[in-house]
Structures are given as structure tokens and as C-alpha cells.
């Protein structure tokens, strides 16, 4: 993994070196239990990694041979409540679980129980990449997750494993369906497009939603982490995949948003979403409203950059004291850039970290 400390330079940015002491925000015009950041977003969404681990081995999110951090320097789950806790205190009403693959921690669901009684917290989502829903999904309806999000790349076999590496589809798409019977709010498909890998394939995994009920959104590919092969060659765009689909499908715009950067089409006669997320044709910043937390404790204001705060240290050097980490929060708003920049690194990525160290 690729760890960086940071500090301030003189132009309030974060370079190399020691420990990072961020510039603080300018809080003063901030109503009380608001977290806005220097552009005047205001965070109201986080996403928490609770592990950097994964049954799943995906070529676009991690090496074949991924070293994994030791427990020692992962967050506990009690550090994970006690940071979800301070955020909410911030106005922060959404948080995303996230990982590496989220439900191979060991008592997650107690996490997620104690995440949905935070005051303040409206909306508790997961990601997954289905390998444990067939087994978890109605507790964690029972946990109070609200939505459930899927990767699903290929509905081919062959395919589905030589993305992942050593995934087994049959189980993923029996996970779908128990989490469909289970009743969440929502359950929606992630399928990251990869010209001549899986984008024949958007139809049929359009009418496998439509078949289900559930949404699904297709993601332009990220250059996070060195994959060992460009990104260039398998980029495929949003408008792309809309032309595409627009050949087998009346796709209609529509301004729901489910809180995130998806931007959503409806099919006439269906219940189906069908989304797309563009960090590359239609960048989505300048309406950004989260932040990430690895496992790590590393709390990243971009994905696309690799300024982060080290909350770990603050949290075991003050267990009793929340204000360290709140002031450190509202820091960190101070370094939030108003924009990442994939467009010109998709072979050669500044973010040398992989997807699953920061988060899905």
C-alpha cells in the first residue's frame, strides 16, 4: 500500500515528509453543526472503508498479490463509530460501508446496528461485491442498512472470474437476489465499463435489472493504483454507453439523485434506474459532498488526490476527548481541492493507492 505522510507547505497544500498538520478551514460563517468546505460545498456524506481486505482479487482495483494492512493499523470498530459519531455532529447524515470487501470483517454487522442509531444519521448504505449477501442480506435490512450497492461487471462466468480473479458469479447473483427478497429501499448494480472486456454486455446487464427491479450504474474507469496496463485502450465513456443502450432502450432523463454523483435515466414501464458516473466526460466536483476514510484511518477530501489526514493517531492518543478529531475534520476542509484532474492520468495516475485501499 502506498502510504504518504503529509504536511502544509507554505502554500497550505500537502507535500512528503513528517506529520500533517492541515490548514483550517475557515469555520467562522459556518452555521454550528454544518461542515462546508472552502468552495462552499457543504459534506453531508462519507464513505468508510472498515477494511482493505477482499475475497474478490478485481484487475482494476487491486494487484493479483495485494499485501494487506496488519490489524494493528486498521481502525477498530469502535474507532469506526466514534469517527461516524463526530461527523454526525457535523451535519454528516449519510455514510456508505465500504472496504476492500466490507462484510469479511469480523462484526460488521455489529457496526452497522450501532451506525443506525447515531443520531443524525439518515441514510446507511453498503457496497459489496455480492460474495456475502446470499448469507448476510436480511440482517443487515435488520441493521437498518437502508440501500445495498453491488458490483456486478459481466453476467458471462468465464468472464465474471477472470475479472475478479477468483470470484464465483453464481454466488454473487444469488446474493442479489436474497438481498432483493430482503426489501431494501433500494438494491443497485455497479458495472465499471472496459471497452472490448464488457461493454457487449450493458444491454443484457440492463434487462437483468429490469428483470429484478433494481437500479444500475455504469462507472467510467478510475486510474487508481498501478494495474500494470494502460487505461487508455479500455476507456469507454458515459455518452458512449448512452448512445448504446439508446439503440435497445427509451431512455428517458430524470433529476433523482440518490445523494451520490450517479446522474440517472428512467425506461419507460420500468421500475430500473439506469445511472452513470463520469468522473472523466462529465466531471461531477464542483456538486461534491464526500469525503473517505480508509481503513487506515486516512481521511481523503478527493479520490483523486493523495492529501489525506491521519485520524488513527488522533483517536488512540485522545479516546476520551472527540474535539482532536472534530477540529481535525473541519481542517481538513481547508486542503479539499475543487476538482480532481483523471482526465490526463489515466496511464500514468498520480493516485498510486489501489480503489480498495481508499474505498469503493
Not at 454487522?109 to 444519521?121: C, N, Y
Amino acid at each position: 500500500m502506498h502510504n504518504e505522510t503529509l504536511h502544509s507547505n507554505d502554500s497550505g497544500s500537502a507535500t512528503p515528509g513528517s506529520a500533517f498538520v492541515p490548514p483550517r478551514a475557515d469555520t467562522s460563517r459556518h452555521a454550528a453543526g454544518t461542515l462546508l468546505d472552502k468552495y462552499g460545498r457543504r459534506i453531508t456524506y462519507i464513505r468508510l472503508s472498515i477494511t482493505d481486505r477482499c475475497d474478490f482479487r478485481c484487475h482494476y482495483c487491486m494487484s493479483e498479490d495485494m499485501t494487506f494492512l496488519p490489524r494493528s493499523e486498521v481502525l477498530s470498530l469502535e474507532e469506526c463509530l466514534e469517527i461516524v459519531r463526530a461527523f454526525a455532529e457535523l451535519g454528516v447524515h449519510k455514510v456508505r460501508i465500504t472496504g476492500g470487501e466490507p462484510l469479511v470483517r469480523k462484526n460488521a454487522l455489529w457496526l452497522l446496528r450501532q451506525i443506525g442509531q447515531v443520531p443524525g444519521i439518515r441514510e446507511l448504505v453498503l457496497t459489496t461485491n455480492g460474495s456475502q449477501l446470499e448469507r448476510f442480506a436480511p440482517d443487515l435490512r435488520a441493521a437498518g442498512v437502508k440501500r445495498i450497492n453491488v458490483s456486478l461487471d459481466t453476467l458471462d462466468p468465464l468472464r465474471f472470474h477472470e475479472i475478479t480473479r477468483t470470484g464465483d458469479i453464481a454466488k454473487v447473483l444469488r446474493g442479489i437476489d436474497t438481498a432483493v427478497a430482503a426489501g431494501f429501499s433500494r438494491v443497485k448494480l455497479n458495472t465499471v465499463m472496459m471497452r472490448g472486456v464488457n461493454d457487449h454486455e450493458f444491454p443484457d446487464l440492463v434487462r437483468y435489472a429490469m428483470d429484478r427491479g433494481v437500479d444500475i450504474s455504469f462507472i467510467e474507469e478510475m486510474p487508481l493504483g498501478d494495474i500494470g496496463h494502460g487505461r487508455t485502450a479500455t476507456y469507454f465513456s458515459s455518452d458512449e454507453a448512452l448512445e448504446l443502450l439508446g439503440r435497445h432502450f427509451t431512455l428517458e432523463a430524470s433529476d433523482e439523485s440518490s445523494g451520490g454523483p450517479a446522474r440517472y435515466w428512467r425506461i419507460p414501464g420500468s421500475e430500473t434506474r439506469v445511472g452513470f458516473i463520469s468522473p472523466h466526460s462529465h466531471n461531477f466536483c464542483d456538486t461534491c459532498n464526500r469525503v473517505r476514510i480508509t481503513a487506515k484511518g486516512e481521511l481523503y477530501p478527493c479520490l483523486g488526490h493523495n492529501d489525506a489526514v491521519q485520524l488513527l493517531p488522533l483517536l488512540r492518543a485522545h479516546p476520551d476527548d472527540r474535539q482532536p478529531l472534530t477540529e481535525a475534520i473541519r481542517g481538513v476542509m481547508g486542503i479539499k481541492p475543487k476538482a480532481h484532474d483523471f482526465t490526463t492520468q489515466m496511464d500514468a495516475p498520480r493516485v498510486v493507492r489501489f480503489m480498495s485501499m481508499t474505498g469503493g
